[in-house]
């Protein structure tokens, strides 16, 4: 998602997480994803490649 301040948000979700509960739950709790902001800058920077390793 993108913010009208150019904040892309991104949320990773563990797959068996969202395979097996309910949305409305992983919503509620919140501790089931891990979110980050980058700007379009952090982006360029990071030549558009978000790497997420697993922890």
């Not at 997480?17 to 952090?42: A, C, Q, R, Y």
Request: proline share 2%; charged share 30%; glycine share 6%.
């Amino acid at each position: 998602m993108l913010s009208d301040d150019g904040i892309l948000y991104v949320w990773i979700f563990d797959e068996e997480v969202i395979n097996n509960t309910p949305w409305e739950e992983i919503v509620e709790n919140g501790e089931d994803f891990i979110w980050s902001e980058l700007t379009l800058k952090e982006l360029i920077d990071m030549n558009w490649i978000i790497e997420y390793d697993g922890n």
